[in-house]
């Protein structure tokens, strides 16, 4: 049994290693000076910090980490309350259609972005808004929107019945039954949601490489996928910009790892 | 639907829109149901037309733009079903839809394989220190997958880390920048995505082992059953589900892949890690080539669908 044991460790630990030496990797090449020479993983002579501020400057972070806060800032908000509202149309109010809606919502989570992106970028051009922070939040919204719907439609429809019929015989509106006895008890739903669309929206590229040419405007992974062209030979620039767009998603997952798991293990689709 | 209230106060609802005439002022509760399905439109409107505005209507005009010759710019042109035909003439674009097929083995396959074992290693009795490998497990699926590709492409480089690790194995005799290899690109890139999705399978299939009935782990080790044969038997039958929303979602990532290529391969060498997602992009954007761009998108997507379908279908028939 012992031996067994010591066994299932050794291999867990050897996972955990080969998910790790990545991120060991590109800690310690950040940590040598720009444009230095490396051979795999090596421990930097002098630890050099300014590598950071170099590739902050180069690559622009201070618009590309203000666009990413600016956009995810809307998008969450917005799409998440859209998503609740709908959920609770769908699931409690089961408006005409309701089904045939779902359904379309659900189909909606195969739609790979690809064959939505063409047609998004010339109609969004037509209209203006394209280079548009709202017309990029809008297009995440959307693309977020099964994902939500169906998220926020599976928690109310575990509602006990009873709970909402006994608001409404004490007179309550559907608004007030929303928000007085549902979402009280909805917040871990909605806060996983938020987390969920976070990270979607933090680590949307392909969206915002189309729909975003001003450079200023890019968020911070759109802003790195171009950096990449420029600097291909400086890795400790690159890794040190790689741990900047990094840094804060590992942040919200390592605080709201719990809301991440029940998110992923509903059957989240990584945006 | 309140079956435990009282029928007076609370009738079924069919019964209250046939009857909506005779519902009138009454005495306060309920108050206007018959309304209520219509006026949860307002509720369900906003996501419905975002949704429609800004993910349903391109689609839709992709498959119009499918059926165009148009660079963007000038009037456009009647192309019909040309932009399709070339997709299966064009050897590169037929071959990206191989590539992106044969991906499904490192972003689904193996994952779900490795998420297993991942699911076996941390169940059972002994607990310290699960949590923390459960965290570092699913760790890369939480990042930008642009940082990914850069790191992995600094991995594979001629002096990265995954070179340095066969020499020291006494391997050095087959290291070579493996993302440049004509051969093993694919492999390659295939592989990060194996890194990347492992821990989502493992994910999911913890959230499913807990759902199962301990007493049937009791029944098997009174049968005799080993650790490997409880899982076989066990474990394997009781996540069926978890592994097909896994296969599910992996399987659109393979398929849909862009920000991985485009940032460690851009499609090279020689085309051999093209995948439509790269093309659909460099057609629209680099090329002008709106109508085949939109074409080869509308065909990933009938592939994605086609395959989504398949591994439902597979899987749902083996339970029963």
């Known amino acids: ?271 | 639907m309140a079956r435990d209230l009282s029928p007076a106060v609370s009738p079924p609802r069919a019964a209250q829109a046939r009857g909506g005439g005779r519902v009138t002022d009454g005495p306060a509760p309920p108050p206007r149901r018959p309304g209520r399905r219509a006026r949860g439109w307002l509720y369900v409107l906003p996501a419905v037309a975002v949704y429609l505005g800004f993910a349903i209507w391109p689609a839709l005009n992709t498959l119009r733009l499918s059926l165009l010759t148009w660079d963007g710019i000038l009037p456009a042109e009647w192309a019909g079903l040309s932009n399709y035909v070339k997709i299966f003439r064009d050897s590169q674009l037929y071959e990206a839809i191989l590539h992106s097929l044969a991906l499904i083995i490192f972003f689904s396959v193996i994952p779900i394989g490795v998420g297993l074992l991942m699911t076996a290693l941390l169940m059972g009795k002994v607990r310290r220190g699960m949590t923390f490998f459960r965290i570092v497990f699913f760790l890369p699926q939480v990042l930008p997958l642009v940082a990914v590709g850069i790191t992995w492409r600094w991995l594979y480089s001629e002096s990265g880390v995954v070179n340095q690790f066969l020499d020291l194995v006494g391997l050095g005799s087959i290291t070579r920048a493996w993302l440049g290899d004509y051969g093993l690109a694919l492999v390659a890139l295939g592989l990060i995505g194996t890194w990347v999705m492992s821990g989502l399978c493992m994910m999911l299939f913890l959230a499913g082992a807990q759902k199962i009935d301990p007493s049937l782990y009791e029944a098997a080790r009174l049968d005799g059953a080993g650790a490997f044969r409880q899982f076989r038997h066990v474990t394997v039958p009781g996540v069926r589900r978890e592994i097909t929303v896994a296969g599910v979602i992996t399987t659109i990532s393979a398929l849909a892949s862009f920000d991985l290529v485009f940032v460690t391969t851009n499609g090279g060498p020689a085309g051999q890690t093209n995948v439509p997602g790269l093309l659909v992009y460099r057609l629209a954007f680099n090329e002008g080539d709106i109508g085949g761009a939109s074409a080869l998108a509308v065909v990933l997507t009938v592939i994605v669908v086609a395959v989504v379908s398949a591994v439902r279908y597979f899987t749902r028939d083996d339970e029963s």
């Open chain 1, 1 to 271: 049994m012992r031996g067994g044991v010591s066994v299932r460790y050794g291999v867990l630990v050897l996972l955990a290693v080969m998910v790790l030496v990545p991120f060991a990797g590109i800690v310690l090449a950040a940590l040598h000076p720009s444009g230095a020479q490396l051979d795999g993983l090596s421990i930097p002579d002098r630890w050099s910090w300014e590598t950071f501020a170099l590739a902050w400057e180069r690559g622009n972070f201070t618009n590309l980490m203000r666009s990413s806060v600016l956009i995810a800032v809307f998008v969450v908000p917005l799409a998440v309350a859209m998503a609740t509202l709908a959920g609770y149309g769908l699931a409690i109010l089961k408006v005409w259609g309701h089904r045939t809606l779902s359904f379309g919502f659900v189909m909606g989570l195969t739609l790979p972005i690809e064959v939505i992106v063409v047609a998004l970028y010339f109609n969004l051009r037509e209209v203006g808004l394209t280079n548009s922070y709202l017309g990029v939040i809008l297009a995440e919204a959307a693309l977020f929107m099964p994902f939500g719907v169906y998220w926020m439609q599976t928690h109310f429809s575990n509602v006990p019945d009873e709970l909402v019929e006994a608001a409404r015989i004490d007179g309550a509106r559907d608004l007030v039954v929303l928000v007085r006895v549902l979402l009280p008890i909805s917040w871990p739903a909605v806060t996983t949601l938020s987390v969920l669309y976070f990270m979607w929206s933090w680590n949307q590229f392909m969206l915002v490489l189309v729909m975003m040419q001003d450079p200023d405007r890019r968020t911070a992974p759109s802003g790195l996928g171009l950096f990449v062209g420029q600097y291909t030979t400086d890795i400790p620039l690159l890794a040190a910009a790689c741990l900047i767009v990094i840094a804060p998603i590992v942040v919200v997952y390592l605080v709201f790892q719990r809301s991440f798991v029940s998110g992923i293990t509903q059957g989240a689709i990584k945006g």
